[in-house]
Every structure is written in C-alpha cells, then in structure tokens.
C-alpha cells in the first residue's frame, strides 16, 4: 500500500499559508511594539508548527530556516535580545521565502533561493542585534520575486475576551427566554407571551449591539497589514522607508477600514516611489537615510480622519505645470494666478501621472484620481498637503465612521431621519414652531404631501448662533444607531453624514448639523446661506486642496 | 457572457451575471429626501446598504405611479454596488442560449445594461447639495 503523500502536502500548504498570514500581522504588530513578549511567543508557536510540519514532510529547507526564525523570537519574548528594524526586515524576508516554497510544495530546489536561504539561515543563526545580511540590492529584488502590491485583507479582528464573554452570556439568555416563550405558549397562557416577547425583543437588540462592537478594528492592527508591504516597496526600490503608525488605540469601523484598505496602499506606494528620496539625496539634503511614512488615525468630533504623509521631495510642481500646459493648454501666467489649493488638486485628474519614466511599479496611468473615487464614495473629503522638499500629506476625512452613535432617530412625512444627540438641545410641542426659527429646509418637507400641515415638534439644535430648529412629526427617541458612510449616490449628495442601521433593522438617513444650520430658516436667507456651504470648500478634485507651499 | 434579463418597458437588457449578487425580494426601502424621483430609497443587506434605483423611471424617465412592486437586483461592481428595480424578470440567459433555436423561434437579445454607464448617468441625475 503507498502513502499519498499528496493529502499530507496540500493539508501542510493549507496551514503553512494560514500560520505565514498570522505571522505577518503578528510582526507587523511587534514592529509597533518590538518589546511585547507575547507577539514573540506567538510568533515563535507558529513557526515551530510550520518547522514541524516541514519536517514530517522532509523539506529540510524549510525546517531549518523556520527553526533559526524561530530562535529568534524566542530571544526576543525572552527579553534577552532586542528586535529592531533590522532584524523585522529579516524576519519578513525569511518568512516571504518560506512562503514562496510553500505554495511551490517542493523544496529548495532553484540554486537562487538556495543561496538566499543559506544566507538567512546564516544570518539568523548570527546574533539578532547584528544581523549579517547584504543590505538592499541596488537593482531591487527580481521581479518573481516582487512580493504582492496590495495589502493583505483584514481576515481578523482582535476582540477583547470581555466582549464575546458578555456575547456568549447574552446567547444563552436569548435561548433561555426564547425556550420560556414556548413553554408559556404551550402552557396557554394569555398574559405573559407579549412580556416575554419583550424580553427577547430586547436581548436581541443586546445582541446585536454586541456584534456591531465587535467590529471594531485597532489602527494599529491595522497600519500592521500595511507594514510589510511598505518595507517590500522600499527594497524594490532600494530606498530605506519605514512605517509610522500613530493613533493606535483608536478603533473604527473594520468594514469602513477595508474600504479605504487599496486607497491607503495607493498613497504609500506613491510615497515611496515618487516621494521618498534615494539615502544617499536625503543625507546631502540633511535628512534622516531612512525615508518615513506616517498613517495617522484621529477622531475629530464626529469625523474620522486619516493622514497618510512622507517626510520626500514634495510634489513635483514641475510636472504639475507640465500637465497644465499639455493637458490644460494653460500658459506660466494662468498657471501662477492657480492658488496653492488648486495646483496641488492637479493630481488628482484622471491623466496626471507622477512617473518619468513607466517601470513595474509607477507610469501604468493608475493615478491618484483612484484614490479620490474612493473617498468620494465614501462621502469623505480628501485634502493635499505639500512643502518642497519637507514631504506630502493627503488627509482624508470621513463623516460618522465609528460603528455606534447615538442620535435622535424622528420622521418628517415618510422620511426617518438621525441626527447626532450631542447636536439636540430640547425637544418642544408644536408650539414651539412660532417661538423658534424653524429650519425651511426641513418644513418643505413636512408640508411636501400636506401645505397646511402643522409638525407635533420640534427638535430645537444645539449651539447655534441663533437657535435653529427641525420640524418633527413623530419622535423615535435618542437611541445607539450603527452609523454606515453615506455611500454610493447619496454620498454624491453631499448632504448626509451617514446611513444609520437602528435596533429593529430599520434604516434612516443621518443628517449632516452643517447642512441643517445652512439650509435655511423661516427668518434667514436661505440662498446666501446655501452659498456659504456650496462645496467647493471640501470638494475632491477641486479647491480641496490646500498646501503649504 | 451570462446575463441576468429583465424588461423596463417593451425592451430586454441584460446585466452580466457575475455582478449581481442576488435578486432580492422588495423588503424595505427607505424613502430618502432631496433624491430624484427615479431615487426609491435604500435597503439594508448583509451589512451592505444599496441605493435602490428604479430602471424605467430612469431611463424612461416614466416615474413610478405607486411603490413598485416585484424582485430587485443587487449588483456590485468596482467597489459600487445599486439595487435595481426593473420591470419584470426574464431570467439568466447563457451564452450559448443566446443563439437562435432550432426551431427557428426568434429569442430577443437582450440590450447590455452596462453598469460603468448606469452610474455616470445617474450621477448626473443627483442633485449635489448647492443645486437644491
């Protein structure tokens, strides 16, 4: 009887990939935090596997660069060695190598890696702290070799084990009231049904909050998919690049972060082939040899922001005049009367291409316009940044992005409406209508089926300089809404912050407070107010930009 | 090219198969203000909320006298995605169904309903904020 060592091959394959995904984002982490024990003996457990495995299979390869990986993160999460930069770079490149003969399913048989991996292994079997290993090669690395572009999928979320505890507790209760709900049924009792219904009603809606929690993802874990990818581009290039990730403690939406996951790559990759100078420019420019690129992640009020900037060349104002007179058939007088703003926004046009010259990397025509297509479908604003010589910025700002707000949730004739309750102040009867500077905007649509019809409230809006109000026709109440980007066609609407997801699976529209305060009142000028909100001021591809230049 | 058909009006169009995610029945839609009126509102699926696009009063531009009624397509391409609400189903056609019969039974093709176009087109009809 043979063995089908085939089985056993494409089981190893399978969980190789899944141990070498884990362990990317296990280091990308460390690197944020090389002195976390834990990533390290996480980081050692998976190798070990993958060395066993290997070793069943007889890749003797494999086994002995996973087990001089593996030592190394065991002096690490012992403390008795320091991981730096260095030797992350190090790790990456031995697990790329793995990863590549994994999916081959054969042994080192090309003499290349072959000699690759002698030098990995002779590199780890040295002391962490002085790596030996060939610094990068000036030509970048062959391109079968070019690691993937794009950065890995958020295939994982870290959750604290308070929360799927509290989830875990919140499913046996919904099982307990659900299975009392059928015993009361059966009992025939008149009474109770509608009380326990109540009951589950409202554990389901625990429930559901619940989840809505769990999807919410670190930046850090986050700028962690982005890292190895950053150092990839950087060797290609022969460019010394490392990734800063501030604002890690923060958590946003994890749906919202995948969609801005190629976006976000796009601007890095731009930085470090069009930004980031060569070492040996930055160090006659006085810069640091290594070039630096920063995902910044704030909440400013209910906005999320995201800055992605490089410490380079700025952008090239050469090539932007270029395009102008090319594309634009703009002469240097029109091109100087063009404010910081608007030259900076040139970027962003479909035709305009950062690249001299077309290489694997940059020239192919996927400009940065990509980039503003996908912030625009998120309804957010896109701001560039950009000082000769000190780097560039790109700020994206995204309405409502944590999963769970609080909002007052009211209908005006069949719409239901949210707005942030930070932005309420009092909610009065109908006879507040006459005593405050109710919102035309919001009274067209309420009279929109009936002229004479007369709102029961009216939501009176918080900090106004004068005290503006919505009408209301019926209020739902203050209550946790999952608040999604207003995407797609709304987005172009430019009017709404979001789209909320209530408790019972309804859905509403999250109003924008600006909107509201300019769209007009009983008492003010509704198109000079219109005027003062048109959106030039925050649009993509227009006066979007700003620049320090 | 597979195509899921449908009929706005006397007319087929097709839409590739590979981009519709489901046909989904007409649950709730949720009426949004300031949209056109071909704009029917949104719908929540799976985490995914979808603009709900009814195709006759687009393209027609005959708005619907009352909430239409019927199946809706999700479809979801280069990172967009719409519900659209046509007039009737016809079904999944495949390639080779879109040859004559034997018989000699003449099978209308159906005109492609190319989504790239669809969403400029109705990026066009979207009033920004500063044209209301």
């Known amino acids: 009887m043979s063995l089908d060592i085939s089985k056993y091959e494409q089981i190893f394959v399978r969980e190789a990939t899944q141990y070498l995904e884990a362990l ?10 090389p002195a976390n024990g834990d990533l390290w003996r996480d980081a050692y457990a998976k190798l070990h596997s993958i060395k066993g495995m290997a070793r069943a299979l007889e890749l003797d390869a494999i086994t002995g660069l ?40 054969i042994d080192l048989g090309d003499v290349a890696h072959r000699e690759r991996l002698e030098t990995l292994v002779a590199a780890f079997n040295a002391s962490p702290q002085a790596p030996s290993v060939s610094p990068p090669r000036p030509g970048g690395i062959p391109e079968r ?78 700028g962690a998919l982005f890292e190895k990818v950053v150092r990839s581009l950087g060797r290609q290039t022969g460019r010394g690049v490392a990734l800063e990730v501030r604002g890690g403690t923060l958590q946003a939406d994890a749906a919202l972060l995948d969609r801005l996951r190629e976006p976000l790559m796009h601007l890095m990759r731009n930085a470090v082939i069009h930004g980031i100078e060569p070492g040996d420019e930055r160090e006659r420019l006085g810069k640091p040899r290594e070039g630096r690129i920063v995902l910044e992640v704030q909440r400013e009020g209910e906005r999320l922001v995201l800055t992605v ?234 006066a979007g930009g700003d620049s320090e230049a | 090219m ?11 169009y097709g839409v590739e198969a590979r981009h519709v995610l489901r046909v989904h029945p007409q649950g709730r839609v949720t009426p949004v203000p300031w949209m056109p009126p071909f704009y029917l509102g949104l719908t929540y699926f799976r985490g995914e909320v979808y603009d709900v696009i009814h195709l006759r009063g687009l393209l027609c ?30 079904g999944l056609l495949s390639e080779t169904q879109s040859h004559p019969p034997a018989d000699g039974a003449r099978v209308p093709l159906p005109e492609p309903l190319v989504l790239d176009q669809l969403w400029q087109t109705l990026g066009r009809h979207v009033p920004r904020h500063f044209e209301i």
């Open chain 1, 145 to 222: 070799d070019a690691p993937p572009l794009k950065p890995p999928a958020i295939e994982w979320l870290s959750v604290p084990f308070g929360l799927v505890e509290g989830l875990m507790g919140l499913s046996q209760e919904v099982l307990q009231a659900g299975a009392a709900l059928r015993q009361t049924e059966a009992m025939g009792a008149s009474g109770a049904p509608a009380a326990d219904l109540g009951n589950l009603l409202y554990l389901i809606r625990e429930l559901y909050l619940a989840l809505a929690r769990m999807r919410l993802m670190s930046v850090r874990d986050y």
């Open chain 1, 66 to 105: 996973a087990h001089a990986m593996e030592n190394w993160c065991r002096l690490f999460a012992e403390k008795t060695a320091c991981a730096d930069k260095a030797s992350l770079d190090l790790l990456v490149e031995g697990l790329e190598l793995i990863g590549r003969e994994v999916e081959r399913r």
């Open chain 1, 309 to 542: 900037g490089d410490d380079g060349r700025g952008i090239d104002q050469g090539r932007v005049h270029a395009y102008l007179k090319a594309k634009k058939g703009l002469n240097e007088e029109e091109i100087g009367r063009l404010s910081p703003s608007a030259l900076c926004a040139t970027i962003l046009e479909p035709g305009f291409s950062g690249a001299a010259q077309l290489t694997e990397l940059a020239g192919r025509g996927m400009g940065l316009h990509v980039v503003a297509q996908a912030v625009e479908y998120l309804s957010g604003s896109l701001r560039i940044r950009s000082s000769p010589s000190q780097g560039t910025q790109f700020v994206i700002g995204l309405p409502l992005a944590l999963a769970v707000a609080y909002c007052l949730v009211f209908r005006i004739g069949p719409y239901w409406l949210a707005l942030p309750a930070s932005d309420v102040q009092r909610i009065e009867g109908r006879a507040g209508l006459a005593a405050q500077e109710v919102s035309t905007l919001l009274m067209d649509l309420a009279r929109s089926g009936d002229p004479s019809a007369r709102p029961a409230y009216v939501v009176v809006l918080r900090g106004a300089q004068r005290g503006v109000a919505l009408p209301s026709d019926s209020i739902q109440g203050i209550q946790p809404v999952t608040v999604m980007p207003a995407g797609g066609l709304l987005g172009q609407a430019r009017r709404f912050a979001g789209v909320g997801l209530l408790e019972d699976g309804q859905i509403c529209v999250v109003m924008q407070r600006e909107i509201l305060d300019a769209g007009g009142t009983g008492a003010g000028a509704p198109g000079a107010d219109r005027a003062r909100v048109a959106f030039g001021s925050e649009g993509l591809s227009g």
């Open chain 2, 61 to 90: 531009r005959e708005l619907p006298a009352c909430k239409p009624q019927g199946a809706m397509l999700l479809v979801r391409w280069s990172n967009r995605q719409l519900a659209l609400v046509p007039d009737r189903l016809a």
């Open chain 2, 2 to 12: 597979d195509t899921v058909d449908f009929w706005i009006a006397d007319r087929l």
């Open chain 1, 24 to 33: 990317e984002i296990l280091l990308g982490a460390a690197g944020q935090d």
